[in-house]
Antibody, heavy 118, light 110 residues
Framework: EVQLVESGGGLVQPGGSLRLSCAAS????????MDWVRQAPGKGLEWVAN????????YFVDSVKGRFTISRDNAKNSLYLQMNSLRVEDTAVYYCARDRGAHTYDYWGQGTLVTVSS | QSALTQPPSASGSPGQSVAISCTGT?????????VSWYQQHPGKAPKLMIY???KRPSGVPDRFSGSKSGNTASLTVSGLQAEDGADYYCGSYAGSNNVVFGGGTKLTVL
């Protein structure tokens, strides 16, 4: 059974940092692009970033470029999102998602809430 | 890219059919056969219901179907059941490793 389990969310002040983790199991993690998708409270979905199978390519939505980094450890079946210089508008539930191709997400984690507030 | 346009709400009685539209441009919906639909119940993660415009993942009831014409995609739910009440989001590949989502449609089963 495919499972994605996020952790690392919480309350942080504007300008602060957080590192999200996603533990994957039930599939060959190293064979898939992996993505982070977020959802602000009461709002729709927004793609944040993704990373190629071997970590050699990484892409970000414009609003987080230069502030967020994405990485993966295929030996540990884990995906990460390092978030720096956090802003109030980054407040959202962050989902880890498996990308089956063309940004189609066939499995999602349960999400982890990031709240940026003073 | 701008978000895809979905109606904010839709409704139908049990057993009826309802269609939800998702309008984009020739740079996303109209340009690629990579439209997907996600179902989200309150407090839960999204679930893939349709991908590549009209394909259903294993385990998704055949009451759910997808189609596309020009820059508009549609999700049709036939034989509505109470558990189909949820938020539905469309997503489309938009080239250059980009994806755009719709604003979501709240489906109410009356």
């Amino acid at each position: 059974e495919v499972q994605l389990v996020e952790s690392g969310g919480g309350l942080v002040q504007p300008g602060g940092s957080l590192r999200l983790s996603c533990a994957a199991s039930g599939f060959t993690f190293s064979s898939y692009w992996m993505d982070w998708v977020r959802q602000a409270p009461g709002k729709g979905l927004e793609w944040v970033a993704n990373i190629k199978q071997d970590g050699s390519e990484k892409y970000f939505v414009d609003s987080v470029k230069g502030r967020f980094t994405i990485s993966r450890d295929n030996a540990k079946n884990s995906l990460y999102l390092q978030m720096n210089s956090l802003r109030v508008e980054d407040t959202a539930v962050y989902y880890c998602a498996r990308d089956r191709g063309a940004h189609t997400y066939d499995y999602w984690g349960q999400g982890t809430l990031v709240t940026v507030s003073s | 890219q701008s978000a895809l346009t979905q109606p904010p709400s839709a409704s139908g009685s049990p057993g009826q059919s309802v269609a939800i539209s998702c309008t984009g441009t020739s740079s996303d919906v109209g340009g690629y056969d990579y439209v997907s639909w996600y179902q989200q119940h309150p407090g839960k993660a999204p679930k893939l219901m349709i991908y590549d415009v009209s394909k259903r993942p294993s385990g998704v009831p055949d009451r759910f179907s997808g189609s596309k014409s020009g820059n508009t995609a549609s999700l049709t739910v036939s034989g509505l059941q109470a558990e189909d009440g949820a938020d539905y989001y469309c997503g489309s590949y938009a080239g250059s490793n980009n994806v755009v989502f719709g604003g979501g449609t709240k489906l109410t089963v009356l």
